[in-house]
């Protein structure tokens, strides 16, 4: 199952691609909002992490996992350079 999201993913990138050779660049924020939803639907299935990660995207999936980037919520008020980015894996159990 994983692996068909991978190839999904690859033929979503070239239609976003392509749409944006022929459209101008507007077409780019349907990947924004593809990312915003894997978000949500994590915190979603695990919400325990909003308590102490801010996630700001998914960076990668593969057969086994996919894999977030995201902050601690400690450093919130801390600048944007400074904070410690953190790599959130969700394994795939199954």
């Known amino acids: 199952m994983s692996r068909i999201r991978v190839i999904e993913a690859k033929v979503k990138k070239e239609i976003l691609h392509s749409a944006k050779n022929i459209n101008g660049p507007d077409t780019t924020c349907e990947k924004d909002d593809v990312e915003k939803d894997q978000v949500t639907a994590l ?33 919130a008020s801390v600048a944007d350079g400074d904070k410690r980015l953190v790599l959130l894996r969700l394994l795939y159990v199954g």
Not at 43 to 70: Q, W
């Open 43 to 75: 915190l979603a299935k695990i919400p325990i992490l909003a308590k102490t990660f801010d996630i700001h995207r998914k960076i990668g999936e593969g057969t086994f996992s996919s894999v977030y980037l995201g902050s601690i919520k400690q450093d």
